[in-house]
């Protein structure tokens, strides 16, 4: 769900006119609307939210927050007024806190336990000012200061105010006061060269120099593109630079090497796209980028981290791999200089790892946790993400599946364990998982060790409750006016008057307040308002709210019950088509709340095969189809194993030709051997049908993963804890149907709390598989931040097993929830807790009484 926060300009100096006759805060008004109106056309944009921040002291500069809807946002803004001073970078400092309020209560950031990128928050901050000069009570500012203390606890954790999936762009205005002669040049809209714009450029945006309404509706429009879901990351060399590549396509030693000369590749300051899953719109990943730092026990606080990590790449050419069903993750890189620089050399076979300095143990440079490569069709670079230290780790897992046969012996035992002391400790959890979902042995402790010390753990937690309380505050000042100027102004009046308390009107005044007399109508100025009446109110004479009916006639009480049942009921409309007269009665300022009517839309229905092209008009031939539809996407390719391989031209009979290493296929061209094959891999893995070997890949395919999402289609908590869906059963003594995959087929089963058998046997083993995959996703689902618990309930429903078996996970989510203080979470598990035990409880009763008459 992407932020969109405006930070407008609301000093003195945006009262400026234009040749248009216009202001500049005129026009500020108008190019959020017209972005806006932008954004609506696509569909993603339902789940945005608009946050609106202004010069004003904070933390009065916020006049639309977290908890605004549309409506109020677009009411704030037509309402602003510029005066005040050109306090810029207490504003941006105020925006990125606003962005910043809740992530140490959901724990997004993760500090000290590694960045994943599929955690994140995208946050586009567009400030919209004329470039003047900075201004303060201080005097004029010749640089852009953001102030270092903030009010948000936890701030010292991170050395810059913005994270890394926060990015800020300006649109400075530079319309002149009078028309121009010359005609408008045509093109790119070039930076502006005030102070703001080395603030964009350092989060991964940019500034836009405006000149003209043409140039302001062409930086909108891009603005628009620039909303991605992805996180910014620098990209550094290290090590000398790759021999150049010949016209050929082969290593051309006798050309000269850029090594001892800086090259813009070198250092790439761009943003990496976290693409959410085509189901659940939520981002799926598995393996974090590693921390700058080893964790340790004696470590008495966090070192605090840059915005944006570091990742340096060596540009030693390696062949990449991956072993089959170990799940990696794939990010597609934003143009840049180094994107530009790989696809040029025209190596999609090859790769280039990635490192992060001092992230290991043992090694300054640290072991690389994956590699930077060219896409099949040389159309753009991913950056794979792999376990950390993935060549080691893989020659392993390959000999245990294929020669240990899942029963390793004490050396690969020995070597495994070498392995784990290189490795940080918050890799551990998700190796363990990965391993699990390979059906690999239980090789990991289950006492993790996340290598914090207790006083960081502490401090962190602490920091959560500290920032959930500044956070109400903060929110709780939203709207509120600031407090005007202390005193009052008393008018100086010369000369011996007569005091107010002597007036004849005034004493009557205050009788008349106090309830002593009554107002007489002789006494109203009745000249002022001549064509108007004035009653007085009669106590004796009731109000006659409804109509007598014996003053009905006959031949109409039909038709007065069936109207007076429509207006007590509200349910029933006379003429079929006829609104409601509130839904032509709104204001002229809610017309354009569009934001708000699509979110009472129903989300549009999916495609019933998503895989197949999209059809053109096909003007009457019926088996026409569009060329370009059936192109196969690079993000939607799977590795698929070499089975029923077809012999290419120009390969050699002898397979001892190919290099080997370790037993170790190379697979050539993955988009042919798919094709070939005509099989498509599982989600999250290689093909199952392919043998559990190494494999060097020179194809891309990191397929979504296929996890179930929260339906936002859930209405309610019912008061007794439970959680049904509209027209479904309970959770709690009722039975559910659920759909349950067991190797890749749909299996229907029927579920009950207490001991009634399936509808479909399923065996021990199934049943252990089909738990494991439930405790996997229940912590995911804990771990979400909001109050959605439906999909929660519906996981424990699927648990295989006994009540006892059902107790205890229901025991471990309350575990969860209680890491992530989800309270109501626990609250209604707690009650579910009960009912087990009752019904427990009352099968053991039934069973002793049978016993006892037997």
């Known amino acids: 769900m992407p932020i969109l926060l405006f930070l407008i300009d609301t000093s003195a100096s945006m009262n400026q006119r234009t040749d248009l006759g216009t202001s500049y805060l005129d026009i500020a008004k108008g190019a959020v609307e017209l972005f806006l109106k932008l954004r609506a056309r696509d569909p993603a ?3 945005d939210r608009y946050m609106l921040v202004t010069y004003d002291e904070p933390p009065y500069c916020i006049k639309a927050g977290w908890k605004e809807n549309h409506a109020t946002f677009m009411s704030e803004l037509k309402n602003l007024q510029a005066s005040g001073l050109t306090t810029l970078g207490q504003a941006l400092r105020s925006s990125f806190d606003l962005l910043n309020l809740n992530r140490l209560i959901s724990g997004i950031d993760n500090y000290g336990q590694g960045r994943n990128p599929f955690f994140l928050e995208p946050s586009i901050l567009i400030t919209i000012t004329d470039g003047n000069k900075l201004t303060s009570t201080a005097g004029i500012q010749e640089e852009l200061h953001l102030p270092l203390n903030s009010p948000l606890p936890g701030s010292e954790l991170t050395k810059e105010p913005f994270r890394w999936d926060q990015r800020l762009f300006a649109l400075v205005l530079r319309l002149p006061g009078l028309a121009s002669t010359e005609p408008e040049q045509l093109g790119s809209v070039p930076t502006d060269e005030s102070a703001i714009t080395q603030m964009c ?7 836009y120099c405006v000149r003209t309404q043409r140039m302001l509706n062409q930086c909108l429009e891009s603005l628009v593109q620039k909303v991605q879901s992805g996180v910014v990351i620098n ?3 290290t090590g000398p630079d790759p021999l ?22 070198h250092s790439c300051h761009k943003l990496i796209y976290v693409r959410p899953n085509s189901k659940t719109g939520v981002p799926v990943g598995h393996w974090p980028i590693p921390e700058s730092f ?3 026990q004696n470590l008495p606080s966090l070192p605090p981290r840059t915005s944006h990590p570091i990742v340096r790449f060596s540009c030693v050419d390696c062949e990449p791999m991956v072993i089959d069903k170990l799940p990696f993750d794939k990010y597609e890189l934003e143009p840049s200089p180094l994107t530009q620089y790989i696809l040029e050399r025209k190596s999609p076979h090859t790769c280039w790892q990635v490192f992060v300095t001092s992230s290991g143990k043992y090694n300054e440079l640290g072991y690389p946790f994956g590699y930077l490569k060219a896409s099949t069709t040389l159309t753009c670079v991913n950056l794979f993400v792999m376990p950390y230290n993935y060549p080691v780790l893989l020659p392993l897992l390959d000999d245990l599946f294929k020669v240990h046969k899942l029963k390793p012996n004490l050396k690969w035992r020995q070597a495994f364990d070498n392995y784990l002391k290189t490795l940080p400790p918050y890799y551990l959890l998700p190796l363990k998982k990965a391993l699990r979902m390979m059906g690999a042995p239980n090789l990991i402790s289950d006492n993790l060790d996340c290598g914090l010390s207790y006083s960081v753990i502490s401090y962190l937690k602490k920091l959560s409750q500290q920032t959930k309380l500044e956070s109400e505050r903060i929110l709780a000042s939203v709207g509120k006016k600031p407090p005007q100027e202390i005193g009052i102004k008393v008018k100086n009046h010369s000369g011996g008057g007569v005091s107010l308390t002597h007036s004849k009107n005034f004493r009557k005044l205050l009788k008349e307040i106090i309830g002593e007399t009554v107002p007489r109508l002789t006494e109203l100025n009745t000249k002022e308002f001549a064509g108007f009446q004035v009653g007085l109110l009669n106590k004796d004479l009731k109000p006659q709210t409804y109509r007598n009916a014996y003053d009905i006639p006959r031949r109409g009480l039909l038709d007065q019950l069936t109207r007076m049942r429509s207006n007590l009921l509200k349910t029933h409309k006379f003429i079929v088509g006829q609104d409601e007269d509130s839904l032509h009665s709104v204001p002229v300022a809610q017309m354009g709340n569009y934001q708000e009517y699509l979110k009472t839309l129903a989300s549009p229905l999916r495609e019933i095969d998503p895989d197949q092209p999209k059809r053109l008009h096909t003007f009457g031939n019926p088996f026409k189809q569009d060329k370009k539809g059936m192109m196969i996407d690079e993000a939607d390719e799977f590795v698929a194993g070499p089975q029923n391989k077809v012999k290419r031209p120009g390969e050699p009979n002898s397979p001892l030709s190919s290099k080997r290493r370790r037993n170790v296929t190379v697979i050539h061209d993955v988009h042919e051997e798919k094709t070939e094959n005509g099989q498509t891999p599982p989600d999250g893995f290689l093909s199952k049908s392919a043998a559990p070997e190494l494999m060097n890949m020179a194809g891309d395919g990191v397929p979504p993963n296929q996890s ?13 804890g439970l959680i049904p869906k509209p027209g479904g059963n309970a959770l709690v003594g009722g039975t559910k149907n659920c759909s349950i995959s067991v190797n890749d087929q749909k299996v229907s089963v029927t579920s009950t709390l207490g001991a009634v058998p399936n509808t479909l046997q399923i065996t021990p083993a199934m049943a252990q598989g089909i738990n494991a995959d439930i405790k996997h996703q229940l912590m995911k689902e804990v771990r979400k931040f909001g109050r959605k618990y439906e999909r929660i309930f519906i996981l424990l429903e699927g648990v295989q097993g006994p009540l006892a078996v059902k107790k205890q996970f229901v025991e471990f989510t309350i575990k969860e929830a209680a890491r992530f203080k989800r309270r109501v979470l626990i609250q209604y598990l707690e009650k579910v807790l009960e009912k087990i035990d009752s019904h427990y409880l009352l099968n053991n009763v039934n069973h002793i009484n049978s016993r006892s008459l037997c």
């Open 201 to 207: 450029e350092v989060t991964g945006g940019r500034s």
């Open 708 to 720: 179930d999402s929260l339906s936002d289609d859930f209405i309610s908590l019912r008061k007794d």
């Open 294 to 296: 080893w964790p340790d």
């Open 45 to 47: 944009s339902r789940g």
């Open 244 to 265: 150049p590549i010949g016209e050929d396509g082969f290593m051309d030693s006798s050309r000269t090497s850029s090594s001892f000369a800086a090259q813009p590749w």
């Open 235 to 237: 990209f550094e060399k």
